[in-house]
T-cell receptor, first 111, second 114 residues
Framework: GEDVEQSLFLSVREGDSSVINCTYTDSSSTYLYWYKQEPGAGLQLLTYIFSNMDMKQDQRLTVLLNKKDKHLSLRIADTQTGDSAIYFCAERGTGRRALTFGSGTRLQVQP | DTEVTQTPKHLVMGMTNKKSLKCEQHMGHRAMYWYKQKAKKPPELMFVYSYEKLSINESVPSRFSPECPNSSLLNLHLHALQPEDSALYLC?????????????FGSGTRLTVV
């Protein structure tokens, strides 16, 4: 079955870059997503990458995909205190109708 | 309108009560989803509706009953719940099932069963 794994916690200082990592097992994954969840809120889609891409940049966010190693990362440049949240990696493979989420990485940004 | 609206935001119910969670979107999305999220855990899929028909039921107990009255509305009827059903219930929608379309999530209903 599908499995998506993330480290549980990351702490950075304000202004530094954050890198959140994710590994997945389903080789049929076609799209991979990053969602942000602030306390008590729903999930906000941050960005996604198609499996035939290696990198996608969107303002402060850079997504890197290593399809061979099934490894996805999200880099947040110039991390701000407002970036403190839980970040979920998610994937959906061909023919599947729902996303599979990772366990989430709690990002703590210290002033 | 680019939002998924869920009501109520908070709900406390007894184990003998009957209540309903509501979800609404006006983006023309034809796929709608219910997820359950326990504290410090990822969302777990419960139900998927496609064009107003139930497409996936992830072996959810019958005390949870979904309903899709029209393409904009999704309900989750609750009856005889247990304290372990306390969680954040998230509704989401997507334009269709093509993988390029991400989900839009609502802010959730925090349910407490007493």
């Amino acid at each position: 079955g599908e499995d998506v794994e993330q480290s549980l916690f990351l702490s950075v200082r304000e202004g530094d870059s954050s890198v959140i990592n994710c590994t997945y097992t389903d080789s049929s994954s076609t799209y991979l997503y990053w969602y942000k969840q602030e306390p008590g809120a729903g999930l906000q889609l941050l960005t996604y990458i198609f499996s035939n891409m290696d990198m996608k940049q969107d303002q402060r966010l850079t997504v890197l995909l290593n399809k061979k190693d099934k490894h996805l990362s999200l880099r947040i440049a110039d991390t701000q205190t407002g970036d403190s949240a839980i970040y979920f990696c998610a994937e959906r493979g061909t023919g599947r109708r729902a996303l599979t989420f990772g366990s989430g990485t709690r990002l703590q940004v210290q002033p | 309108d680019t939002e998924v609206t869920q009501t109520p935001k908070h709900l406390v119910m007894g184990m003998t009560n009957k209540k309903s969670l509501k979800c609404e979107q006006h983006m023309g999305h034809r796929a709608m989803y219910w997820y359950k999220q326990k504290a410090k855990k990822p969302p777990e899929l419960m139900f998927v509706y496609s064009y107003e028909k139930l497409s996936i039921n992830e072996s959810v107990p019958s005390r949870f009953s979904p309903e899709c009255p029209n393409s904009s509305l999704l309900n989750l009827h609750l009856h005889a719940l247990q304290p372990e059903d306390s969680a954040l219930y998230l509704c989401a929608s997507s334009q269709d099932f093509a993988p390029g379309y991400g989900y839009t999530f609502g802010s959730g209903t925090r349910l407490t069963v007493v």
